[in-house]
């Protein structure tokens, strides 16, 4: 268990859904990023990951837009990624584009 809880939301080609657990999981994995940010991260159902403090929305929401338009899942087209964070019953939003 982590100390923060994300939603994650990818928008493709116009329509939002919550990211498919499987996409997640492979994103989360060092081997497949090569990035250290995401080593503390726990992805546990579509849409939703439990993160360390080291990672930021914004940094999660940079990083999964960006490998989720590589691997071609906007159908041709960039991939937005809108990560919420709940901070102590306020909401903190973040939309990155690529």
Not at 42 to 71: C, M, N, Y
Request: proline share 5%; glycine share 8%.
């Amino acid at each position: 268990m982590y100390a923060q809880k994300f939603n994650v939301h990818v928008v493709i080609q116009g329509e939002t859904k919550p990211c498919p657990l499987e996409w997640l999981d492979q994103f989360c994995m060092r081997n497949f990023t090569n990035s250290v940010d995401f080593d503390d991260t726990l992805p546990v159902a579509d849409g939703k990951i439990e993160a360390s403090f080291r990672l930021t929305p914004e940094r999660f929401a940079e990083g999964l837009a960006a490998w989720l338009t590589q691997h071609g899942k906007g159908r041709g087209q960039p991939v937005v990624v809108k990560v919420t964070k709940a901070l102590s019953g306020n909401r903190q939003d973040c939309t990155h584009r690529l």
